[in-house]
């Protein structure tokens, strides 16, 4: 079982910028899709990000533009570079190994 640690979060003012951090177990790393999920109060999750081992990256459309997924497979590791960030981006951000392991979050609060 795949062991995820996010970190990065935070409070930061509307048009900010934030980079989330996702640090993954095992040596199958570089075989992993990675996504990067977010659920604020009163909200379903939803997903934000994914990339596959080779790079090709989807996002969601609120989200396109301003935040970019990317990863370096030799410290197994994948991050979220969130830019001119909106109080709707508020939420706890979940970092995903296949969709089937989860990190604990990370609290991103976007307020002025």
């Known amino acids: 079982q795949v062991q995820l640690v996010e970190s990065g979060g935070g409070l930061v003012q509307p048009g900010g910028s934030l980079r989330l951090s996702c640090a993954a177990s095992?040596?199958?790393?570089?075989?992993?899709?990675m996504g990067w999920h977010r659920q604020a109060p009163g909200k379903q999750r939803e997903l934000v990000a994914q990339i596959t081992g080779a790079g090709t990256t989807n996002y969601a459309g609120s989200v396109k533009g301003r935040f970019t997924i990317s990863r370096d497979n030799a410290k197994n590791t994948v991050y979220l570079q969130m830019n001119s960030l909106r109080p709707e981006d508020t939420a706890v951000y979940y970092c995903?190994?296949?969709?089937?392991?989860w990190g604990q979050g990370t609290q991103v609060t976007v307020s002025s």
């Open positions: 995903t190994a296949q969709g089937a392991a």
């Open positions: 095992g040596s199958l790393f570089r075989l992993y899709v």
